[in-house]
């Protein structure tokens, strides 16, 4: 029967790593953003006997798993076996190991049996290696950028942090993040049968007793702006999602008693308008066209609450990287399937970041007094539409032969296809650099190795 290991060296106690493992949002951290997991039944406290239930995919496939936690030691170990699901035998066992002074190495141990019996066997247990390859290299890479990421921003206490936006790509992400580094997070939410502190920016509902006392505000609501065609009644969403909704923000803010110390609104580099091969700042003037206009009024909005003292960040974001959503979780069938390729002249910069960059610098500007105004949210190293391309091949092993005319991209998507696709920025993080934010992917190819869970180069 084979076993599986896979261990890492941590510059943190045993205790201390374990005590992750048990904070609310672990799970969704340690989930890989290829898979789509969602958790049915259980969740609650890490205990011996605990129950849990899954829905598990990847691909078209999708599956249910129902486990149970087998053994409990706290500090030590703890380890999980499926009751049901697409294995013959699976147990998961968890090991935290002290190793010289302050130190441990974290050893996941899995012992798995293949379905179907010999065919299983003959064909499986290759894939299954590399897929558990994948996984907890991902995880264990993961782990390391939050404690680290907990470890350099040790506040006294910790924050309550309210956030808009916390079911898209960056708000989950964040949301846990926060959670697992021990902070309170309160979401704003539209419907009333989610938990949180119910908001209607478009009627302008918003309890300001509910937000008295927080100490922080991330914003990221709006309207999506990847993936159909912008139609007039689509752009007036977009526009007055971003304007209404921090509006209303910035007024409750202003008017409360005790107002947060510091509110990071998202802001995008759309702000710089199509721009070349320029090289834009956060000095740079605003651009022209319809995202420029978005972002300016949207920036504007938050104008209330600077008057108040609140210390506001502008988030100007590029596209981020992840494969549970956005722009690359949009790209990766086509490359996958060997059918990716540049996009019109492909000499369109395109400036990105990795997610957990992107909620890395949020958590720096939450902590960092001294930054307030915009920050541009890329990585260091903007690269050409060509590039990405090229890269992103490569990282997967496949072609990428097969160019999209421009004439193609407008014709099936209109001016988002031009705005998006065809027409770029090539934006520097010249105030997250000086302010002490340290990139854990500023290279293109290692944040798509991360996120895919292809670190090992073949």
Not at 146 to 175: C, F, I, M, N, Q
Request: overall charge neutral; aromatic content about 8%; some cysteine.
């Amino acid at each position: 029967m084979p076993i599986f290991r896979h261990r890492t060296r941590f510059p943190y106690p045993a205790d201390r790593v374990f005590a992750w493992h048990l904070q609310e949002g672990a799970f969704q951290r340690l989930t890989p953003p290829w898979l789509r997991v969602r958790m049915l039944e259980g969740g609650g406290a890490l205990a011996e006997g605990a129950r849990f239930v899954l829905s598990v995919g990847q691909g078209p496939a999708q599956f249910r798993w129902e486990g149970r936690v087998t053994a409990f030691e706290e500090g030590r170990l703890f380890q999980d076996e499926q009751v049901s699901g697409p294995f013959r035998k699976w147990i998961h066992t968890h090991r935290f190991l002290p190793v010289g002074e302050g130190e441990c190495v974290l050893e996941d141990e899995v012992e798995w049996e293949a379905p179907l019996g010999a065919l299983g066997k003959l064909f499986g247990e290759p894939f299954v290696e590399r897929e558990l390859t994948r996984f907890f290299g991902f995880r264990h890479a993961r782990l390391r950028n939050d404690l680290d990421l907990h470890d350099r921003y040790a506040e006294e206490k910790p924050w309550t942090v309210a956030v808009t936006g916390g079911g898209g790509l960056v708000g989950r992400a964040l949301v846990c993040l926060l959670r697992g580094g021990g902070h309170q997070v309160v979401r704003l939410v539209r419907n009333p049968r989610e938990p949180g502190i119910l908001w209607d920016p478009e009627r302008g509902l918003l309890d300001p007793k509910a937000l008295e006392g927080v100490d922080a505000v991330v914003h990221l609501a709006g309207e999506p702006i990847f993936g159909l065609r912008w139609t007039e009644e689509k752009k007036r969403r977009i526009l007055e999602s971003r304007q209404r909704g921090t509006e209303l923000l910035a007024r409750t803010l202003a008017a409360l008693e005790r107002p947060p110390r510091v509110w990071v609104s998202a802001s995008a580099v759309g702000y710089y308008g199509p721009r070349g091969a320029e090289i834009l700042t956060e000095e740079s003037p605003p651009g022209e066209g319809f995202l420029a206009l978005v972002c300016r009024l949207w920036e504007e909005a938050t104008r209330p609450a600077q008057e108040r003292g609140i210390r506001v960040v502008h988030l100007r974001t590029g596209v981020v990287l992840s494969p549970a959503g956005g722009a690359l979780g949009t790209l990766l069938l086509p490359f996958q399937v060997g059918v990716g390729g540049r996009l019109g002249s492909g000499r369109q910069y395109l400036s990105w970041i990795d997610l957990d960059d992107e909620t890395g610098l949020i958590y720096h500007a939450l902590a960092s007094p001294g930054l307030e105004g915009p920050v541009n949210a890329v990585a260091p190293h903007p690269v050409s539409n060509a590039a990405f391309t090229d890269t992103l091949g490569r990282v997967l092993g496949r072609p990428t032969l097969v160019p999209v005319p421009a004439a193609a991209v407008r014709a099936l998507f209109g001016e988002m296809g031009q705005a998006l696709l065809l027409e770029g920025q090539r934006v520097l993080p010249r105030r997250a650099e000086g302010s002490g934010f340290r990139f854990r992917y500023p290279a293109l190819e290692d944040s798509l190795r991360f996120q895919l869970g292809r670190m090992e180069r073949d």
